[in-house]
């Protein structure tokens, strides 16, 4: 019910229970009449409620019954001696619960519904193979093998909103009142129209701009932030952004090919972590000032280890498998 403003909220109760003037019709009528998916918000709610009605029916709890056999109780109760007045505030009290109980489960049951129906709306894309995609309001996605895109069928006026895992290049159509936001596992991004590349990994997450501006945050913490120009990239781990000028191409992977020209090797082994999703770290304290070598070098169809191997005869330096890490020193 992200939708509805407390105001239209408090109107549409009274009309499900019944106690609506005609002023609070047109009121709602207004409302909706603004956008379609303010209409799908009341029918759903409604539906919700009346599905509430149904499941406390299904249980046949006759509450009138109920109230006048312990109506018929306290009667008879005060009959006999004092020392029962306590069972029958005990039984008295524990009907009103289970009054209370089918009512509240009926309501979770409701919100249950709901919570499934508005899963259902979500659209979910997993490319199985470097796949475009077109999205309803204009932009374009360029997933790569394996990355997951999940977006509502229908973005919200003020939004639109899309969850992200792997990667995935934006080419974002620009609608000032409704901003375009990415979620990750870690981080939030948010653009108005510019284009970016975006690497959602388990480890670590990307973002480099190509055109336009981005900002890029720290979903969990808000106030932990960059923002990032055209030709500018950040690197969050969870903790902080590595912000730098990026002197490659983020669409490699879309080329099918890595090159690099008198680039510092500290940012080819990033480049090679993202690209192939697998650690690789320079040992700076074996090897002081191994991560500043210069490196040009062109990259296609090569496994990780090949290239690595490739660097490592190019270098002089050697490199060795540490758990899940390839350490060049």
């Not at 609506?20 to 799908?40: M, R, T």
């Not at 336009?212 to 945050?217: I, M």
Request: charged share 25%; net charge negative.
């Amino acid at each position: 019910m992200e939708q509805l403003p407390d105001h239209i909220k408090k109107i549409l109760l009274r009309k499900l229970q019944g106690a609506s003037a005609k002023a609070d019709d047109k009121i709602i009528a207004d409302w909706a009449s603004q956008d379609p998916a303010y209409e799908e918000e009341i029918a759903q709610l409604t539906t919700t409620w009346r599905m509430a009605d149904e499941w406390l029916e299904e249980k046949e709890f006759d509450t009138s019954s109920a109230w006048s056999k312990i109506d018929q109780r306290i009667a008879l109760a005060t009959e006999k001696k004092n020392d029962t007045t306590n069972t029958v505030f005990w039984m008295n009290t524990l009907l009103k619960t289970l009054v209370a109980a089918a009512i509240v489960a009926g309501f979770l049951f409701g919100g249950w519904w709901w919570y499934n129906k508005r899963q259902e709306s979500f659209t979910i894309i997993t490319a199985a193979a470097d796949q475009h995609v077109t999205l309803s309001e204009g932009t374009s996605v360029w997933l790569r093998k394996g990355a997951t895109i999940r977006l509502p069928k229908t973005f919200k006026a003020d939004e639109r909103k899309i969850y992200l895992s792997g990667e995935a290049y934006f080419d974002v159509k620009t609608i000032i009142q409704q901003p375009f936001r990415i979620e990750t596992g870690k981080g939030l991004i948010t653009v108005l129209g510019t284009s970016f590349l975006v690497n959602a990994g388990q480890q670590q997450e990307r973002v480099a701009v190509v055109t336009g501006k981005v900002l890029f945050a720290d979903k969990d913490h808000p106030q932990k932030r960059c923002t990032l120009s055209a030709n500018e990239e950040a690197i969050f781990t969870g903790e902080t952004f590595e912000r730098k000028t990026f002197t490659s191409s983020p669409l490699q992977w879309q080329q099918e090919e890595l090159s690099f020209r008198s680039t510092p090797l500290k940012e080819v082994i990033q480049t090679l972590t993202i690209f192939y999703n697998h650690p690789v770290k320079v040992d700076s304290a074996q090897t002081p000032g191994a991560g500043e070598i210069s490196i040009t070098a062109s990259f296609g169809k090569e496994s990780l280890s090949q290239a690595v191997d490739e660097i490592a005869k190019l270098t002089g330096l050697h490199y060795r498998q540490q758990q899940d890490t390839l350490i060049l020193y």
